[in-house]
T-cell receptor
């Protein structure tokens, strides 16, 4: 299994450009999510999906769109890039399960995309 | 106030030392708790889940105190390879809301 893959690894955009960050997983996980990580702030949830055809907003959704047409793929679209979107973007997938008597959902992360918006 | 708070460190310890990290969370309805490890410029990876009764995995021990709403991670006999950022993670089931702390940086020195 490749796990969670993300492309590209690095990207530089100019303000106003649009682009799509790709994410795919081959573990048949129902849940997929996008996070951004900024220095000193931890990972913040952008959008998530609990299954094909179902998406919802996370903590910081503005400026981003997602779709989930298949279980495997969950692309993140930047509509009009802004310097404030300079960050490291991580895609993650998970499947709910039981462990130790409690629900748990280990998240598996892709290697990240480092995006700079000039 | 952040929903999940951690001491950012850095913690600088010699090899063989015992080090403890604490994390506090504000939502009393939180149901799942984890520690993730993140190496420099890499993705986070699950270190261990945290159970109500406390749990141990080799040199690592995690504790949960629901009454005081804090989670701890104890690392015994620190190794150079333990140098990383440790992320406290809280999940609120029933809304798929996962909150990451900003992380605690650990440096283990020879």
């Amino acid at each position: 299994n490749a796990g969670v893959t993300q492309t590209p690894k690095f990207q530089v955009l100019k303000t106003g450009q649009s682009m799509t960050l790709q994410c795919a997983q081959d573990m048949n996980h129902e849940y997929m999510s996008w996070y951004r990580q900024d220095p000193g702030m931890g990972l913040r949830l952008i959008h998530y999906s609990v299954g094909a055809g179902i998406t919802d907003q996370g903590e910081v959704p503005n400026g981003y769109n997602v779709s989930r047409s298949t279980t495997e793929d969950f692309p993140l679209r930047l509509l009009s890039a802004a310097p404030s979107q300079t960050s490291v973007y991580f895609c993650a997938s998970s499947r709910k399960g039981l462990a130790g008597g409690s629900y748990t959902d280990t998240q598996y992360f892709g290697p990240g995309t480092r995006l700079t918006v000039l | 106030r952040k929903e999940v708070e951690q001491d950012p460190g850095p913690f600088n310890v010699p090899e063989g030392a015992t080090v403890a990290f604490n994390c506090t969370y504000s939502n009393s309805a939180s149901q799942s708790f984890f520690w993730y490890r993140q190496d420099c410029r890499k993705e986070p990876k699950l270190l261990m889940s945290v159970y109500s009764s406390g749990n141990e995995d080799g040199r690592f021990t995690a504790q949960l105190n629901r009454a005081s709403q804090y989670i701890s991670l104890l690392i015994r006999d620190s190794k150079l390879s333990d140098s990383a950022t440790y992320l406290c993670v809280v999940h609120n089931t029933g809304g798929f809301k996962t909150i990451f702390g900003a992380g605690t940086r650990l440096f283990v020195k020879a």
